[in-house]
């Protein structure tokens, strides 16, 4: 199974810190915030990897290069940013025969058990509860509990759902 990580955003909100550094390599808890993910997912069993760059983007496959060699990645860079659906699609040529993936978002620390969240025979996405969900991807539940539709960072949302955390597709 692929892991695919977009880390194309500016990092608008976390100005000034992301005017030379992308938001994907500001250290928390002492390291970049990509790497709690990779290693989280490598943790888990992943080595196959796409990540999807644009702003600063040669210095995250810089970082990756220099502190992965052991993994298989490949990067795809994204010149529009249009959300993380046009993220995905220009990396299909790179994930359309995986019967599986994971999709990781390049700029959320997660705490949860890889192995179990693997484990699920369905396809999930990590949600949370926020304050203010204008400022995320928000989703729409039906009455069985089950994800109808995703909004980003709708201006009037739905709900108070975000996903934050990483997505596991069975295609």
């Given at each position: 199974?692929?892991?695919?990580?977009?880390?194309?955003?500016?990092?608008?909100?976390?100005?000034?810190?992301?005017?030379?550094?992308?938001?994907?390599?500001?250290?928390?808890?002492?390291?970049?915030?990509?790497?709690?993910?990779?290693?989280?997912?490598?943790?888990?069993?992943?080595?196959?990897?796409?990540?999807?760059?644009?702003?600063?983007?040669?210095?995250?496959?810089?970082?990756?290069?220099?502190?992965?060699?052991?993994?298989?990645c490949t990067f795809?860079?994204?010149?529009?940013?249009?959300g993380i659906g046009?993220?995905?699609?220009?990396?299909?040529?790179?994930?359309?025969?995986?019967?599986?993936?994971?999709?990781?978002?390049?700029?959320?620390?997660?705490?949860?058990?890889?192995?179990?969240?693997?484990?699920?025979?369905?396809?999930?996405?990590?949600?949370?509860?926020?304050?203010?969900?204008?400022?995320?991807?928000?989703?729409?539940?039906?009455?069985?509990?089950?994800?109808?539709?995703?909004?980003?960072?709708?201006?009037?949302?739905?709900?108070?759902?975000?996903?934050?955390?990483?997505?596991?597709?069975?295609?």
């Amino acid at each position: 199974m692929k892991a695919i990580i977009p880390v194309a955003g500016i990092g608008t909100r976390l100005r000034p810190h992301t005017h030379t550094q992308p938001k994907a390599l500001i250290p928390v808890a002492g390291k970049p915030i990509l790497a709690h993910i990779v290693d989280s997912l490598t943790d888990a069993g992943f080595k196959d990897f796409v990540f999807i760059i644009g702003y600063l983007g040669e210095k995250i496959q810089s970082y990756v290069e220099d502190n992965y060699k052991h993994l298989n990645c490949t990067f795809v860079t994204q010149t529009v940013r249009e959300g993380i659906g046009h993220a995905l699609w220009i990396a299909k040529e790179h994930i359309e025969n995986e019967d599986e993936l994971l999709i990781a978002l390049g700029d959320t620390v997660f705490d949860m058990n890889m192995k179990d969240y693997m484990m699920t025979e369905h396809s999930a996405l990590g949600t949370k509860k926020v304050e203010d969900p204008r400022r995320f991807g928000v989703v729409e539940l039906g009455a069985d509990g089950f994800i109808t539709r995703l909004v980003e960072k709708p201006s009037i949302p739905v709900s108070n759902m975000a996903y934050t955390k990483s997505k596991r597709l069975i295609c």
